[in-house]
């Protein structure tokens, strides 16, 4: 799963887990993604996390993690 879609995969569980009546703004639940994105970045460090065939890169956990914060602030 890329970063973008890992970050859009978090957002929408936050949206789908709130009950219809709540007034959430759309900078609220990026606020609850980062926050989710920030514990895992302080349990990660630098281990592989997988190997991108098509470029044939190593993909390390902080550095994902770091990616899907990004993506995470684009939405």
Do not use: C, G, H, R
């Not at 978090?10 to 920030?38: C, G, H, N, R, W």
């Not at 914060?69 to 684009?74: A, F, L, R, T, V």
């Amino acid at each position: 799963m890329t970063s973008k879609q890992k970050a859009k995969q978090l957002y929408d569980k936050f949206i789908f887990m709130l009950p219809d009546t709540a007034e959430i703004s759309k900078q609220d639940i990026q606020e609850l993604s980062l926050f989710v994105v920030d514990e895992i970045l302080n349990m990660v460090n630098y281990q592989p996390m997988f190997i991108d065939l098509s470029t044939m890169e190593t993909i390390y956990s902080y550095d994902y993690w770091e990616q899907v914060k990004q993506e995470i602030n684009n939405l």
